[in-house]
């Protein structure tokens, strides 16, 4: 599969959106894209459906015929519901951000067979039965927080990375990580790598963990905004003064915010926007109005991870949004 920029397509697709680009295959027809997501259950996903609500606000004010129905979902049982309601509305779209690719892969091959328009968003289905394929580029997620990591550790040092949920996305993270480190920054040495869960309070008890094992801690990765508050608050109730840096990701906009303001721990964020759900939401509509096939027959959108530095912060602040 081929990949491409998604900031590459943006023009064609702004032109298209406003300009209408026809009707539906039907004229007069209603277009209905249905959109599956997690529930808002901590910062990343709550920025995931604030942008898929204002995606879909946007959609349908640039085009009468187009109608979005939104399904949040608190686990994979209740979404794998929640998408067969949605199917029984008439879809021509469908755009799905897994809980769990498994549960959900056999409603979404359901889906294609009925010649819904379907996009899934960066966990992949246990099989590809998709039209489109929007991800976030997971391995230059871990790359992106290699580099910054070597810039704020140039005479190296020991650091501890908080890894996130067991699974294909966090293992192309690290190995990125580690691969980026091995080749241009072999000072730098991990001390540990365990899970976070991508959660605040895990994260509050793994960065507790590591102050306890480890008397120097040059540096930390927490590779994962919400985590990074965890691993902030341990240290500062710890009483240490040895860490010179802390690296996040996602890009949340209060990390964005410390980044910017020159926080004297949180020194860097990589990011993983939550906005590719919009990408998927847009590129959905335009996959109908293209007859059912992607843009320039593309089958895969991979957005690459960026490193938010004091530099640049103020590009990646968001802050009407959520996350």
């Not at 942008?51 to 979005?68: F, M, Q, W």
């Not at 990125?176 to 605040?200: C, D, H």
């Not at 608050?233 to 996602?250: F, L």
């Amino acid at each position: 599969m081929k990949a491409w920029h998604w900031l590459g397509c943006a023009g064609v697709l702004a032109i298209a959106l406003l300009a209408g680009c026809g009707r539906a295959e039907d004229e007069g027809k209603t277009i209905r894209i249905g959109v599956s997501i997690p529930a808002a259950t901590h910062g990343w996903t709550g920025g995931v459906v604030w942008n898929a609500e204002e995606a879909a606000k946007s959609l349908e004010a640039g085009n009468p015929d187009v109608k979005v129905l939104i399904a949040t979902s608190a686990d994979s049982a209740d979404q794998v519901n929640r998408i067969e309601n949605l199917l029984s509305r008439d879809l021509q779209a469908l755009v799905v951000m897994s809980q769990e690719p498994g549960p959900v892969t056999a409603i979404c091959e359901e889906a294609a067979r009925r010649g819904v328009y379907l996009v899934v968003v960066s966990n992949p289905l246990d099989r590809p039965v998709q039209n489109l394929f929007v991800n976030g580029d997971n391995r230059s997620f871990g790359a992106a927080a290699a580099e910054a990591m070597g810039k704020l550790l140039p005479e190296g040092g020991d650091i501890v990375v908080m890894e996130g949920i067991p699974c294909p996305i966090n293992t192309d993270r690290v190995e990125g990580f580690r691969q980026v480190l091995t080749e241009k920054y072999p000072k730098i040495r991990i001390l540990a790598s365990q899970s976070a869960g991508w959660n605040t309070e895990k994260g509050l008890a793994l960065m507790e963990n590591y102050l306890q094992k480890y008397p120097k801690i040059d540096a930390v990765w927490a590779g994962d905004d919400d985590v990074l508050i965890g691993a902030v608050k341990a240290y500062e109730e710890s009483g240490r003064q040895d860490i010179k840096a802390m690296v996040g990701g996602g890009g949340s906009k209060d990390t964005v915010r410390k980044v910017r303001d020159g926080d004297p721990l949180v020194r860097a964020t990589v990011t993983y926007s939550p906005r590719m759900i919009r990408t998927a939401m847009e590129q959905a509509l335009t996959g109908v109005r293209n007859g059912g096939k992607p843009v320039d027959d593309q089958a895969e959108i991979l957005i690459p991870s960026q490193v938010v530095t004091q530099e640049n912060a103020a590009q990646h602040y968001y802050p009407d949004s959520v996350y």
